[in-house]
């Protein structure tokens, strides 16, 4: 509870970041190739983030920086993640948006995935749920991280 509270403090105070927008469009995005075995992040320490304001599914996401690296897992109940072959609307499919610092990012297709190369300073992280024609599903969480 006073996590949570000392969470939404912290995320309501405006912060100074001394990067520019060009920094973020240069970040790497990976996530686990088709022939590479998906291995579980140790998220000791780490943030449990959780959004929950769908009656079918839920968003869980891990989160853990590692130097200028963020580790990141999402679990989504009730959910396929997929690339958008079309852009038919169907129920339980989709995939992630990515935000750094106010600004999209990346369309992340899979459930785990690392964001590499974030600058110095304090960033604020969204990831939000879409379906197959990125209309929202009404799920996101926003969390803040620190790199070094």
């Known amino acids: 509870m006073i996590y949570k509270l000392i969470v939404m403090i ?16 240069n970040l790497e995005i990976t996530t686990p190739h088709s022939d590479e ?7 000791n320490g780490s943030a449990l983030h959780n959004a ?3 009656e079918k599914r839920s968003l869980t996401v891990k989160s853990e920086a590692r130097g200028k690296d963020v580790y990141v897992e999402c679990h989504v109940p009730n959910f396929t ?13 989709g995939h992630l948006q990515l ?7 990346d369309s ?5 995935f690392i964001i ?7 960033h604020t992280l969204k ?17 803040e991280v620190t790199i070094p």
């Not at 075995?37 to 140790?42: A, C, E, H, R, V």
């Not at 935000?99 to 990012?105: Q, R, W």
Request: proline share 5%; hydrophobic share 35%.
């Open 108 to 112: 992340i297709y899979k459930a785990a």
């Open 52 to 54: 929950d304001n769908n």
């Open 81 to 93: 993640f997929k690339e958008p072959d079309r852009m038919e609307k169907v129920d339980g499919e």
């Open 10 to 25: 912290i995320m309501s105070l405006p912060v100074l970041m001394g990067f520019s927008y060009s920094d973020i469009q």
């Open 127 to 143: 990831i939000e749920l879409v379906h197959n024609d990125h209309t929202s599903y009404g799920l996101e969480d926003e969390f």
């Open 116 to 122: 590499k190369g974030l600058p110095t300073g304090k």
């Open 99 to 105: 935000y750094v610092d106010g600004n999209k990012v």
């Open 37 to 43: 075995q998906l291995k579980s992040i140790p998220f």
